[in-house]
């Protein structure tokens, strides 16, 4: 069984920066993408970023420049390194395992 277990949320003041982490388990981690998604309030969950086995990555246009996702295949585990949060940013964050799996998500609140 799949177990996704993400941390770092918290609130924060614009222009600051939070890091998220995500500890898999039961998962084959190192042969998988993995990726951050996020759904606000009223609305739809949306991918803002993806990491491939290899390190590969691609972002949302929203967090261009400011995000970027990181893996450690030695400890099954995902990062979200956020920087210069606004507070279009707030929002729950979901880790998420492509190869089957999400996990429960934590709540990342930016104020102004």
């Known amino acids: 069984q799949v177990q996704l277990v993400e941390s770092g949320g918290g609130l924060v003041q614009a222009g600051g920066s939070l890091r998220l982490s995500c500890v898999v388990s039961?998962?084959?981690?190192?042969?998988?993408?993995m990726g951050w998604d996020r759904q606000a309030p009223g609305k739809q969950r949306e991918l803002v970023a993806i990491?491939?086995?290899?390190?590969?990555?691609n972002y949302a246009d929203s967090v261009k420049g400011r995000f970027t996702i990181s893996r450690n295949n030695a400890n099954n585990t995902v990062y979200l390194q956020m920087n210069s949060l606004k507070p279009e940013d707030t929002a729950v964050y979901y880790c998420?395992?492509?190869?089957?799996?999400w996990g429960q998500g934590t709540q990342v609140t930016v104020s102004s």
């Open positions: 998420r395992d492509y190869g089957g799996g």
């Open positions: 990491i491939g086995s290899r390190g590969n990555t």
């Open positions: 039961g998962s084959t981690f190192t042969i998988n993408a």
